[in-house]
């Protein structure tokens, strides 16, 4: 009555007060709660009006009875507030109960809601799908970007491998290029203190033989006048200047020598066999030690050597092949370890 007469605050308040009541049944609260609904509804006060409908709803469907109103009730608040899904499922509940029980009056209130709530649903759906479109070309868009991404990665973290690599690699260049480099500064430094030694000595013994020339000059001249053409021709014939300035001349370069390389004959003997190791005649070298001596200083033409020893070339050619066949180790690379003796690592 004091819903009918529009008094829904003195309603709200009787109805909440028998509420309260503990002997009242799951029908009655089903009621109650559906006339507290109906109440908070026509008074604005939606939340209250769902929370009731809501209560209403759970005891109706805790009893047989299918004639009710507060499901379908509900589903058409949710609906306003644009829950179509919940809606759409309690309004089906409700047609279905309907049906069974032959309520045509339900039924017919309900199939007027039913078109409207599953528009708006299938709207929904729509408009939900749509965006279940969009998101997943957004995320398949972002998916693609990724895998670029991660590939343009891989690719740039293989690029950075390889340029490590080519680092590493380039500083192995550069340290093997910087080793040789001072291997050639050292033999650069070797040759040129054999070439100023050298050059050194070639000055005095120039500057030696010019003096000696001259006094060879003055002794001819006093023999030309003492015994004539005969006695110069004697003179001439015979070789004993020759020899002597020879051997002056073999110890200037053997002492030019040892004094380059004091170790030379000890290390030549370590790449000899034992019993074919060679030795020193009074602190000169022996004609075979001054072939590995030249060899040493890069005179490696048997042909030159022969002129500078005034040996024959089969001569050196027979030293040669003997100090190779001596050799501890491969006897074609006993040369060039000869080379190598005095040498800076």
Not at 34 to 55: C, P, R, V, W
Not at 163 to 184: F, P
Not at 237 to 256: G, H, M, N, P, W
Request: overall charge positive.
């Amino acid at each position: 009555m004091l819903i009918d007469s529009m008094e829904y605050d003195k309603a709200i308040v009787a109805l909440r007060q028998r509420k309260l009541d503990k002997d009242i049944s799951t029908h009655e609260k089903a009621v109650i709660n559906y006339m507290l609904g109906l109440s908070y509804k026509k008074t604005g006060d939606i939340e209250n009006a769902l929370i009731s409908y809501a209560e209403s709803a759970i005891h109706d469907l805790k009893t047989p009875i299918r004639d009710y109103k507060s499901l379908y009730e509900l589903a058409e608040l949710l609906y306003q507030k644009g829950d179509f899904e919940r809606a759409s499922r309690y309004i089906t509940r409700s047609i279905m109960d309907a049906d069974a029980a032959n309520v045509r009056i339900n039924i017919e209130i309900i199939n007027s809601l039913l078109p409207v709530i599953y528009n708006s649903y299938n709207s929904s759906m729509i408009h939900k799908n749509r965006i279940l479109y969009v998101l997943l070309i957004g995320i398949s868009l972002l998916l693609f970007l990724l895998i670029i991404t991660t590939l343009n990665e891989i690719k740039g973290r293989r690029e950075i491998v390889m340029k490590e690599k080519e680092v590493r690699e380039s500083n192995i260049e550069l340290t093997k290029a910087n080793e040789r480099l001072q291997r050639y500064i050292s033999r650069l430094r070797e040759a040129n203190e054999i070439k100023e030694t050298y050059i050194s000595r070639y000055i005095d013994l120039c500057s030696d033989y010019i003096g000696r020339l001259d006094l060879y000059r003055s002794e001819l001249r006093k023999l030309s006048k003492a015994g004539g053409y005969e006695a110069i021709l004697k003179e001439l014939r015979s070789t004993d200047v020759i020899d002597k300035e020879l051997s002056e001349f073999y110890a200037q370069f053997d002492a030019t020598f040892l004094d380059l390389f004091p170790d030379f004959i000890s290390q030549l003997n370590s790449l000899l066999l034992p019993n074919k190791q060679m030795v020193s005649k009074d602190g000169l070298l022996t004609t075979e030690l001054r072939v590995c001596a030249l060899i040493r200083l890069g005179v490696i033409d048997s042909v030159k050597i022969s002129e500078f020893l005034r040996r024959s070339v089969s001569t050196i050619y027979n030293y040669r092949v003997k100090m190779r066949n001596a050799a501890i180790n491969k006897r074609e690379d006993f040369e060039n370890e000869i080379m190598k003796i005095g040498k800076q690592p």
